[in-house]
T-cell receptor, first 110, second 113 residues
């Protein structure tokens, strides 16, 4: 069945360092969504990518969708303590079902 | 409403009992999802509703799990004869359509003793 792998599983960075999480699907995706979940909270929508090769930016966050629409990445520039949480990608592949990645847990050390 | 509302927020019950979890989606949202999240894990898809119909029930773990949605709004997830492995946070999300952003509720934390 369809799988969405996400790496790394954990990442500890010093405040001010950059951070990147990668998402890889076994099948071509119609779109991909990214969510952030703070400890004890629920996932919060960040962005959706639809087009092949699409790049979107939100302040310090840069999101990319691969040319083959099977992979995506989230890059955070100059992390802050407010960036702490788990980042999930969720891929939609031809059905109504979103397959969530395993998540990357980010810790930022002040 | 302002957001997705789920109730109860916490539920502790004994093994073998039935439980019913409720989700009030954002008004006007056609798409509704149920997910399950175990401690420190990702989200496991359970079921999707488009309006009142459920074209995709493929994620329901067993026939002890069922869900319905009435009036294109409120949804309930029912687990019969609960088992300890059912312990998890059950999250509901709604969206304007299936390919639109999902808005999550705070979840129901279910603990089976």
């Amino acid at each position: 069945g369809q799988q969405v792998m996400q790496i790394p599983q954990y990442q500890h960075v010093q405040e001010g360092e950059d951070f990147t999480t990668y998402c890889n699907s076994s099948t071509t995706l119609s779109n991909i969504q990214w969510y952030k979940q703070r400890p004890g909270g629920h996932p919060v929508f960040l962005i959706q990518l639809v087009k092949s090769g699409e790049v979107k930016k939100q302040k310090r966050l840069t999101f990319q969708f691969g040319e083959a629409k099977k992979n995506s990445s989230l890059h955070i520039t100059a992390t802050q303590t407010t960036d702490v949480g788990t980042y999930f990608c969720a891929g939609l592949s031809g059905t109504y079902k979103y397959i969530f990645g395993t998540g990357t847990r980010l810790k930022v050390l002040a | 409403g302002a957001g997705v509302s789920q109730s109860p927020s916490n539920k502790v019950t004994e093994k073998g009992k039935d439980v019913e979890l409720r989700c009030d989606p954002i008004s006007g949202h056609t798409a509704l999802y149920w997910y399950r999240q175990s401690l420190g894990q990702g989200l496991e898809f359970l079921i999707y509703f488009q309006g009142n119909s459920a074209p995709d029930k493929s994620g329901l773990p067993s026939d002890r799990f069922s869900a319905e949605r009435t009036g294109g709004s409120v949804s309930t997830l029912t687990i019969q004869r609960t088992q300890q492995e059912d312990s998890a946070v059950y999250l509901c999300a709604s969206g304007a359509w299936y390919n639109q952003p999902q808005h999550f509720g705070d979840g129901t934390r279910l603990s089976i003793l």
